[in-house]
């Protein structure tokens, strides 16, 4: 037979363990986030393809814009850098 505290124990696992898990913050296909400060605590939302996207959406409100500390970086197989781009 099971003591009462550790049934309330297993209980309170169960109900914990049942809850949604929370959604993942840093999406790594997207080199910028932004994090919005609010009076209830801040958000990271990181959908920006570069800083001044981010930087247009921070105008105006307690934010800032950083690089995405998970994103992909994509490198050159053989390690040399991109040729120049052409102006046309």
Known sequence: MMSASLKE???AAGLFGA???A???YD???PV???????DGSSIDCSFTSIA??????????AQ?????YAVQIRRPNGDPSPPRRNR
């Open 19 to 21: 809850m949604p898990a």
């Open 28 to 30: 790594p296909r997207y």
């Open 65 to 69: 814009c950083y690089a995405n500390p």
């Open 33 to 39: 986030c932004i994090e919005v400060y609010t009076i």
């Open 23 to 25: 959604a993942q913050t």
């Open 9 to 11: 124990l297993l209980l």
């Open 53 to 62: 996207q981010c930087a247009a959406t921070a105008s105006g409100q307690s």
